[in-house]
């Protein structure tokens, strides 16, 4: 059972560039959730996807981020004209049940963003 | 201070002695879990704690919750120079209908010489 993918693992972007981060979580998991971590902080919460579905996007960015999570195929994470200071690393991690009060997320091992 | 913090934020030991990581948090949680992150690289969940719960043990790891303090602590007995890597303490708040947000702190690093 193949865990939670992403990829890339590392991506390189010039400034004004758009980044395009997937995620594929693991199999018979339909929550997905992404994360960023800034160089020495902690995750920090971004969007709880569902199939088809936009649960809560509270912790992104209002302009230039969007996520989606179609029908068929992965997670993606999208961040258009990318700035210096969406140089961090992006975790994806996914659940087999809504919310995480019993249930643990699994993560994937993230995609560190480098803005140049 | 924010959700989950970890304290000390680093910590030096030589293989073979334990290692105590505190975490604290503010608000009534739901469970608490402990994640190990090498440096570089993706999260690796160790244990999760209820909030009913007050000791738990899983192999070398021991973790205790105290909600009247709202605090955590994880031992590593017996380290290992595989053992350094960052560690994190991440919550659940028990309240609203947001609890699928997992809060971090920013970590202990733990560092074991050999």
């Known amino acids: 059972n193949a865990g939670v993918m992403q990829n890339p693992r590392h991506l390189v972007r010039r400034r004004g560039q758009e980044a395009r981060l997937r995620c594929s979580p693991m199999k018979g998991h339909s929550h997905v959730y992404w994360y960023r971590q800034l160089p020495e902080e902690g995750l920090k919460f971004m969007v709880y996807?569902?199939?088809?579905?936009?649960?809560?996007e509270s912790g992104m960015p209002k302009e230039r981020f969007s996520a989606e999570f179609p029908k068929e195929g992965p997670s993606i994470l999208r961040i258009q004209q990318v700035v210096r200071g969406d140089s961090a690393a992006y975790f994806c991690?996914?659940?087999?049940?809504?919310?995480?009060?019993?249930?643990?997320?699994?993560f994937g091992p993230g995609t560190r963003l480098t803005v140049t | 201070s924010q959700q989950g913090e970890e304290d000390p934020q680093a910590l030096s030991i030589q293989e073979g002695e334990n290692a105590t990581m505190n975490c604290s948090y503010k608000t009534s949680i739901n469970n608490l879990q402990w994640y190990r992150q090498n440096s570089g690289r993706g999260l690796v969940h160790l244990i999760l704690?209820?909030?009913?719960?007050r000791e738990k043990h899983s192999g070398r790891l021991r973790v205790t919750l105290d909600t009247s303090k709202k605090s955590s602590s994880l031992l590593i007995t017996a380290s290992r120079a595989a053992d350094t890597a960052s560690y994190f303490c991440a919550t659940y708040k028990n309240s609203g209908g947001s609890n699928y947000k997992l809060t971090f702190g920013k970590g202990t690093l733990l560092t074991v010489n050999p």
């Open positions: 704690i209820r909030s009913n719960e």
């Open positions: 991690a996914s659940s087999p049940f809504p919310g995480g009060r019993r249930y643990e997320q699994y």
């Open positions: 996807l569902q199939k088809e579905n936009i649960i809560d």
